[in-house]
């Protein structure tokens, strides 16, 4: 079976770095990726990381140590549009999600 | 491109009847996925489809689920008979990818469809 955990909800300020760890067991693994979604709409794809280490795309850093089981999404230079949340993902034999985190930028 | 088309938006009915949800994916796009979002499981891939075949149907819940696709630009996801805990936000999303993994970083999602089963 799959596990996949993430925090519930995370609080940053503008500007700020906010830092999404995901941890996980799974029975194979081919690819862990990050989703956004907005509140009301529906996930768009944020980052994929298939081998250990940083992927990096403007503003958001994903990472991966697969060893570990464990990833992270990194959110620089916080934006109000940001205030999303975030989905972890795990493909082994099919596409498993963790709960979400859901991130407030405050003013 | 339209991008991916679901209707209906909104859905509401009454306990023991059928439901159908429809999806039009992205012209060309060759997969194509049903998910369920819930406040407690949160998003669930229930079957994906590749050229119109069923590919993996192992998160439909049960029996009383089926999803069809009948050609390239059109696929349904059916509940007959509906029960209340089926409500939920239903995704539709397609993608291009060539295979395996890369579908995944491909995928275009829909606007959804909220059902609500009373």
């Known amino acids: 079976g799959q596990n996949i955990d993430q925090p519930t909800e995370m609080t940053a300020t503008e500007g700020a770095i906010v830092q999404i760890n995901c941890t996980y067991q799974t029975s194979g693994f081919n690819g862990l990726f990050w989703y956004q979604q907005h509140a009301g709409e529906a996930p768009t794809f944020l980052s994929y990381n298939v081998l250990d280490g940083l992927e990096e795309k403007g503003r958001f850093s994903s990472f991966l140590s697969r060893s570990k089981g464990y990833s992270y999404l990194l959110l620089k230079e916080l934006q109000m549009k940001d205030s999303a949340s975030y989905l972890c993902a795990v493909h082994d034999y099919k596409l498993s999600f963790g709960a979400g985190t859901t991130v407030t930028v405050r003013a | 491109d339209a991008g991916v088309i679901q209707s209906p938006r909104h859905e509401v009915t009454e306990m023991g009847q059928e439901v159908t949800l429809r999806c039009k994916p992205i012209s060309g796009h060759d997969y194509l996925f049903w998910y369920r979002q819930t406040m407690m499981r949160g998003l669930e891939l229930l079957i994906y489809?590749?050229?119109?075949?069923?590919?993996?149907d192992s998160g439909m819940p049960e029996d009383r689920f089926s999803a069809k696709m009948p050609n390239a630009s059109f696929s349904t996801l059916k509940i007959q008979p509906s029960e209340p805990r089926d409500s939920a936000v239903y995704f539709c999303a397609s993608s291009s990818g060539t295979s395996g993994t890369e579908v995944y970083n491909e995928q275009f999602f829909g606007p959804g469809t909220r059902l609500t089963v009373l």
């Open positions: 489809f590749n050229n119109n075949v069923p590919i993996d």
